[in-house]
Every structure is written in structure tokens, then in C-alpha cells.
Nanobody, 123 residues
């Protein structure tokens, strides 16, 4: 399984960005995908997760109400719509896949990772 993340960039505070993560390879039909991020000088943290079958979603409190995770099953692609961005959202964003498995906000539960895409929010 390979993951390809894209969509990062530079945006002003209050702006929006949409990240994408395309999965390829043998994923089967029972897998969960998530976004994590690592800000400069900080530990990696959970952002959002979506289950593939039921489409259930969970968010970190810091992004709830501003970010929306979604997916297109036929394209094996996950998205993260980020609105009302803040400077503290600046980080490298990683997509991750758990195969098989239910939703989790622990990085150790995910066996596959994308290369990361940088999001920079200027004040």
C-alpha cells in the first residue's frame, strides 16, 4: 500500500486549503484513514480520522468545526478541507492508513504513511 499526499502550501490566516491523499495497492474494503500533523518543534499529533465503510469521522478538538475530512471510495482518496486556518495550524501534514482496523487517534495503530505535505499559515 502506498499513500500520496498533496495540496499543502502557503496561506494567510483565515484562509483555506484542501489536502488530498490517494491510496494505491491492496487495501481491501475495511480500512481507516487519518490525518496527523507535526508542527515545528512539537510531537506528531492526531488531526482527523474517517472509517472507509461507514464514513464515521472524528476530529481533534483543536480543529473541530474548522476542518472536514471526507473520502471518495471509488478513487481511494481522502481529503481534508481546512477552513479558518490559524498560524498554529502550520505543520507537515501526514496521511495514514490502518489496515484493517477501526478508527484510532494513535499514530502507532497506522502501518502506512504518506510522505507529508507542508502547510504554512502566515499571520
Amino acid at each position: 500500500v502506498q499513500l500520496q499526499a498533496s495540496g499543502g502550501g502557503l496561506v494567510q490566516a483565515g484562509g483555506s486549503l484542501r489536502l488530498s491523499c490517494a491510496a494505491s495497492g491492496r487495501t481491501g474494503s475495511s480500512y481507516t484513514m487519518a490525518w496527523f500533523r507535526r508542527a515545528p518543534g512539537k510531537e506528531r499529533e492526531f488531526v482527523a480520522v474517517i472509517t472507509w465503510r461507514g464514513g464515521r469521522t472524528f476530529y481533534a478538538d483543536s480543529v473541530k468545526g474548522r476542518f472536514t475530512i471526507s473520502r471518495e471510495n471509488d478513487k481511494k482518496t481522502m481529503y481534508l478541507q481546512m477552513n479558518s486556518l490559524k498560524p498554529e495550524d502550520t505543520a507537515v501534514y501526514y496521511c495514514a492508513l490502518r489496515l484493517p482496523g477501526s478508527a484510532s487517534n494513535y499514530a502507532r495503530d497506522y502501518g502506512y504513511w504518506g510522505q507529508g505535505t507542508l502547510v504554512t499559515v502566515s499571520s
